[in-house]
């Protein structure tokens, strides 16, 4: 039973390595000759023209498919790092988490103290003497 993720893993993999295989084609066999000749009298061969091409087609391909197949790993990557599958075990400990935060809110009383009434509240500190520290105007 695999996931999405999976799948795009593993086809970003084949692409990927398809990539290089045509690449590493592509550049590794030597290209034919297309023109054989002496000054005046030049032979074009067709096939060899072809070959060239495909050898051409093969490196573009093989750069294509490396790119294609490293996006959808990236992606696949990415996409199941922000994905919210937990396993059971995890649903698990987030539900006796719940549980346990819902207990402590049970558990602790809110202060339920009445506000004094004006005149009556009391200033923890108080200032001996007060200094005043503006410089003085020369005004």
Partial sequence: NLSVFQVGLISGT???LTGIIVLVVGFLVTPKIEALGVE???VVD???VQFNRALDVCK???AILFCIGGTTMAAC???SAFAKSYSKEE???QQKFKERIADMKVQTYP????PAAPGESKIPVTLSKVQNIQPLSET
């Fill in 60 to 62: 573009l391909a093989g």
């Fill in 91 to 93: 649903k698990y400990l």
């Fill in 40 to 42: 005046d009298f030049v």
């Fill in 111 to 114: 202060v339920t103290k009445a």
């Fill in 14 to 16: 084949m692409f990927m």
């Fill in 77 to 79: 990557l990415l996409m």
């Fill in 46 to 48: 067709t096939h060899a």
